[in-house]
């Protein structure tokens, strides 16, 4: 079976870090693209960050740009997103998508919950 | 940086046929993909490419696209169609870089 999990999530304080991770499975990890993209309660779905298969094109939504990292590990079949300097408005669901010829994102994992709070 | 424009909430009556609009300059360059998600659910692509559809994806699904704007049509909409729908695309640039609409809810009467 096809399959994303994410896992990472949870409760931080505004300035802190948290390493979310997404466990593929059932499929060719390295011959896909992936991205991250994350939803806001109750708000619509926001795009990023994208890395190629070989991570030689890495790129990042404004909003993130400069405080999270994107990574994967072709070996271990994972993808990696590090956050950094979180803020409160970075508080959303986050989940991982395969990319499916830069025409849409195929598969989607169920997503890791990330809270910034003090 | 590129923007895509849904209205955010459109109804059918059971049976019938309803049009969700997408409009964003980068759609005169590239395809939209939409997405089905429904409470509590993760997204699920209904559309991508050139109105090609995913295996699962109904066939009363059909996508289409003319200058600025991308559609998502359903064909005799269906109970278990009534969810929230979001369209994306690449930017404008043609980097690697994606926006998503801020989402359609459609409710099916």
């Known amino acids: 079976e096809v399959q994303l999990v994410e896992s990472g999530g949870g409760l931080v304080e505004p300035g802190e870090s948290l390493r979310l991770s997404c466990a593929a499975s059932?499929?060719?990890?390295?011959?896909?693209?992936m991205n991250w993209v994350r939803q806001a309660p109750g708000k619509g779905l926001e795009w990023i960050s994208y890395?190629?298969?070989?991570?030689?094109?890495?790129n990042y939504a404004d909003s993130v740009k400069g405080r999270f990292t994107i990574s994967r590990d072709n070996a271990n079949n994972s993808l990696f997103l590090q956050m950094d300097s979180l803020r409160a408005e970075d508080t959303a669901l986050y989940y991982c998508?395969?990319?499916?010829?830069?025409?849409?994102?195929?598969?989607w994992g169920q997503g890791t919950m990330v809270t910034v709070s003090s | 940086s590129s923007e895509l424009t849904q209205d955010p909430a459109v109804s059918v009556a059971l049976g019938q046929t309803v049009t969700i609009t997408c409009q964003g300059n980068?759609?005169?360059?590239?395809?939209a993909s939409w997405y089905q998600q429904k409470p509590g659910q993760a997204p699920v692509l209904v559309i991508y490419g050139k109105n090609q559809r995913p295996s699962g994806t109904p066939d009363r699904f059909s996508g289409s696209s003319s200058g600025d704007t991308a559609s998502l049509t359903i064909t005799g909409a269906q109970a278990e169609d009534e969810a929230d729908y979001y369209c994306?695309?690449?930017?404008?640039?043609?980097?690697?870089?994606?926006?998503f609409g801020g989402g359609t809810k459609l409710t099916v009467l």
């Open positions: 998508a395969r990319d499916y010829r830069h025409d849409g994102f195929d598969i």
């Open positions: 994306n695309s690449r930017d404008y640039t043609g980097n690697l870089y994606w926006v």
């Open positions: 890395i190629s298969i070989s991570s030689s094109t890495i």
């Open positions: 059932g499929f060719s990890f390295s011959s896909f693209g």
């Open positions: 980068n759609l005169r360059r590239f395809f």
